[in-house]
């Protein structure tokens, strides 16, 4: 009987213990992660490696008037004085942060990273959150409109006068989707590999007007197609905004020393200044609500 009874404690002993456990696992050790730079999981020990495009853009990488383009290493755009803003706060220096190129759909897949994150204006959504884990938001966006002041959709004011465009954008974006969703012309949407193609195309006039967000349009109509103009911006409240995230490899334990850094440049108004520095802002548009 003393023997049935000890084997029963045993039992409820190791049960307990292995409860413990999973706890432990799931939470990731409590919230006890160390931030320091010599404890955090990256690519290459003591440097932040970081993906962007190829090409990368203005306003997101190279000043808005084209100036260092397509080199994050100058820190110039939004995105890039974003990465080294991130990494002073986590104690990189810039000669530690490294930078390499992915395609946009590339990075999305499922598998081993060569990087520590990516930012090239990944929208956050749950069908990628499936395969890869994404940052606290570090910009939010409405999409915009487009055109030629003398194509079919300029001067529109409401979704239903959209509904005979021809519309453009680049596969695998929320643009894509808000056209798609939102916007849902009679005609199919045109579907792009690239902005630069949707461009293309809008000046072959193959399309009426493209979709993008709101700080990209600015760039396309005061910088990249001459003579092109914002026709609208969509207010979020026909469709949720776009939430863009540092994206990481799935499961990557770096995500929280990450937000970490990001909130405090947030709390601080770093991050508000950034955006007044880099991404173009301006009044007096017409605002398609429905």
Do not use: H
Request: hydrophobic residues 45%; contains cysteine.
């Amino acid at each position: 009987m003393r023997f049935r009874t000890l084997t029963i404690v045993v039992l409820t002993l190791a049960l307990v213990a292995a409860a413990c456990g999973d706890d432990d696992a799931a939470d990731g050790g409590g919230g006890d992660v160390s931030c320091a730079v010599g404890d955090l999981n990256l690519v290459t020990p003591g440097t932040l490696t970081v993906a962007t495009g190829e090409p990368a853009f203005p306003p997101w990488v190279s000043g808005p008037s084209g100036d260092n383009f397509d080199d994050p290493e100058s820190g110039t755009g939004f995105e890039a004085a974003l990465v080294y803003a991130l990494a002073a706060e986590m104690g990189f220096s810039d000669d530690q942060v490294t930078w390499v190129r992915t395609g946009f759909d590339e990075a999305i897949a499922p598998g081993p990273k060569n990087f520590d994150f990516n930012l090239q204006q990944y929208s956050i959504t749950e069908a990628r959150e499936e395969v890869v884990d994404f940052s606290d938001p570090y910009y939010v966006t409405a999409q915009a409109l487009v055109a030629f002041p003398d194509s079919a959709v300029s001067g529109v004011t409401t979704l239903a006068d959209l509904k005979d465009a021809k519309l453009g954008a680049q596969i695998g974006t929320t643009s894509l989707d808000f056209v798609e969703d939102v916007i849902d012309p009679d005609s199919a949407a045109a579907v792009y590999d690239t902005n630069v193609d949707a461009k293309s195309a809008l000046e072959a006039a193959q399309i009426d007007g493209i979709v993008v967000d709101l700080p990209t349009a600015y760039y396309i109509t005061a910088v990249e197609i001459e003579g092109t103009e914002i026709v609208a911006e969509f207010e979020t409240a026909s469709a949720a905004p776009d939430q863009y995230g540092l994206l990481f490899a799935d499961g990557n334990s770096l995500v929280g020393c990450v937000n970490e850094a990001l909130s405090t440049l947030r709390g601080s108004g770093a991050l508000a200044a950034l955006e007044d520095e880099w991404l173009v802002s301006a009044g007096g548009l017409v605002s398609i609500s429905g």
